[in-house]
């Protein structure tokens, strides 16, 4: 692969991750209303307003982005996987006092600050959708070893969440967003789904019926049906939000994947004007730093320093 491909390999990364921050300030608006609600308040929505239950400022982010961030300074910082050095990011932040955090990742996180806990016990009612929310970073850490991201995308969620839905739904999204980015067509990324379905068919998602909760299950046939259905990272993104209930996760969640699949050309402008710019900036710098450390970005980044014996330019930053 030629440095180019590295470099079209960033923009789809970075795409990715702003995706789940443009789905997240989108959806924080619909947040917990029911589709008809939405229909009388904003006819469909799809202006980044904020507003919300959560009163936002317009691009204003919440748990899904943040925690995201919180994972990829993490990852940053210690220059790879460092699983206490995540959960001290969200201890961080669970002490600055953010405005929205899941009941599951607050017992979790306190478990962490109390005991030192980074493997939550098994739980049946960890079944929510706060792990698989923050998977991006995770998907672009381990790009080009997927037994690598098995590995993290399990320990990353079990810091907050322990259930077999919850894992299989991050291993899931993990492995769709990693091969969206590397080029896969929507029939490839269709057979992650059902291979899904067939360990647990309550995913199955064929007969759509509308719910869009926090469960797992829910979560993912929203984010499925709508990626499905839909041609453009828009219209997906607003499909998701638009059937309200969890619409910021599942706005972020549709964000990834969309943005991985559909790059960098396709994300609107006007929404990308209207997201917070600190958090745009971070997301920027920190999905390339993600990519560099993962075992492609690596394998990238050799084989242009080794061309015929001329280094073309220093090593990447570690
Ligand atoms: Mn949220
Ligand atoms: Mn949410």
Not at 23 to 38: S, V
Not at 131 to 148: K, Q
Not at 162 to 190: E, F, K, V, W, Y
Not at 303 to 310: D, I
Request: net charge neutral; with cysteine.
């Amino acid at each position: 692969m030629p440095e180019s491909d590295l470099n079209l390999l960033i923009e789809k990364t970075r795409a990715a991750f702003l995706g789940v921050a443009l789905g997240d300030a989108l959806g924080a608006t619909t947040e917990f209303l029911m589709p008809g609600e939405i229909r009388q308040r904003h006819k469909v929505h799809r202006r980044i307003i904020g507003g919300g239950w959560l009163n936002l400022k317009p691009g204003q982010v919440t748990d899904d982005t943040q925690m995201s961030l919180c994972i990829a300074r993490a990852v940053d910082q210690a220059g790879g996987w460092n699983l206490q050095g995540v959960a001290e990011q969200f201890a961080l932040w669970l002490k600055s006092k953010p405005v929205d955090v899941g009941a599951t990742c607050r017992r979790g996180i306190s478990d962490y600050i109390v005991k030192g806990q980074l493997v939550k016990p098994y739980s049946d009612w960890d079944a929510g959708n706060g792990a698989v929310m923050r998977m991006a970073p995770v998907a672009l850490l381990t790009l080009g070893d997927e037994t690598l991201l098995e590995r993290l995308a399990l320990e990353q969620a079990r810091l907050t969440h322990h259930n077999n839905l919850s894992d299989a739904a991050c291993l899931t999204i993990g492995r769709m967003a990693q091969q969206a980015l590397l080029g896969a067509g929507r029939p490839q990324l269709h057979a992650l789904t059902r291979e899904l379905c067939e360990q647990f068919p309550k995913f199955r998602f064929n007969h759509y019926h509308g719910g869009a909760s926090a469960y797992v299950v829910e979560t993912l046939q929203t984010v499925f049906h709508y990626f499905f259905t839909t041609a453009e990272f828009e219209e997906c993104l607003v499909g998701v939000v638009n059937q309200g209930g969890d619409a910021d996760t599942t706005g972020a969640i549709a964000g990834l994947l969309a943005g991985a699949y559909y790059g960098p050309e396709a994300l609107p402008p006007r929404w990308l004007k209207k997201l917070d710019p600190a958090v745009k900036e971070e997301i920027t710098t920190l999905a390339e730093r993600l990519v560099r450390l993962s075992p492609l970005g690596r394998r990238l980044t050799r084989s242009n320093n080794s061309c015929a014996g001329v280094v073309r330019r220093p090593a990447a930053e570690s």
